[in-house]
């Protein structure tokens, strides 16, 4: 319940929009599997109430940018098949295709577009980590894969991601829980989700959701971070529990193509 304030009940504060974007038009990966998992996850925790989950099972260009706009997500996330610079959304037929390759920077670029703008990107497909220093320009934190990632651990990640920032734990308490769900699961490919966030962005201090204070009910949620401006000229790369700092442009990644 909100709190009243001069015999007026104060406006709730905003719930944390997560946009969850599929794509298998080959019907080759369990993406939606992973958005149950992510649902499941989000409807356990304590602070169920301050999530708000869009759920897009076969994603396309359009119902992206439609999304973007009505919808106003404050993480977009996307599960399905990328590479260094693409991104593969569905197209808008019953049966199984080639899906809509797009390119990263066509993908940035739309992010940035809006006027409110969301605060964290989480590519859960393969080779995503090379796109993250586009990203980062628009929003204040992104998380991408520096090589293929098994199903079996995306799924592990995503759920274990969304379970921590729906019990308040910091941006990047969620990333290392999520590494760490992987590896207690007995699966490999632990180091290979990557945290990458703006120059004046601390994920160790952000929350996206947080508790309600003591006398306001149901209140609370979504940490007050502003995107940072485009250009920055250097980033904080998470590798796993240490930060290194990185001049813009230099996420190294090796190996790159289609996978997850």
């Not at 794509?23 to 109430?49: F, M």
């Not at 605060?119 to 991408?144: D, K, T």
């Not at 149901?218 to 290194?244: C, E, H, I, M, Q």
């Amino acid at each position: 319940m909100g709190t009243v304030t001069g015999g007026k009940r104060a406006p709730r504060p905003e719930r944390l929009r997560v946009l969850l974007l599929a794509a298998a038009p080959e019907g080759d990966l369990r993406v939606g599997r992973e958005q149950q998992r992510i649902r499941d996850a989000v409807r356990s925790a304590t602070l169920r109430e301050l999530v708000e989950l869009e759920v897009h099972p076969a994603a396309t260009v359009d119902g992206f940018l439609d999304a973007l706009v009505r919808f106003r997500p404050q993480v977009v996330h996307f599960s399905g098949h990328s590479a260094r610079d693409l991104i593969a959304f569905e197209r808008d037929e019953d049966d199984f295709h080639e899906g809509a390759v797009v390119s990263a920077g066509a993908f940035a670029d739309a992010v940035a577009a809006v006027d409110d703008r969301p605060l964290l990107v989480l590519l859960n497909s393969c080779r995503s980590a090379a796109q993250l220093e586009g990203l980062v320009g628009a929003v204040p934190f992104a998380v991408g894969m520096s090589d293929r990632m098994g199903d079996m651990a995306a799924i592990a990640y995503g759920a274990r991601f969304y379970a921590a920032v729906a019990e308040g734990q910091s941006v990047r308490a969620a990333h290392l829980l999520g590494r760490a769900a992987v590896a207690l699961n007995g699966l490999p490919d632990h180091d290979i989700p990557v945290l990458v966030c703006a120059a004046d962005a601390d994920p160790g201090a952000t929350r996206l959701v947080t508790p309600p204070r003591e006398g306001e009910g149901d209140g609370g949620g979504g940490s007050a971070v502003s995107p940072p401006a485009a250009g920055g000229d250097t980033r904080n790369v998470f590798l796993g529990p240490t930060a290194v700092q990185s001049g813009e442009g230099s996420v190294q990644v090796n190996r790159f193509g289609f996978g997850r």
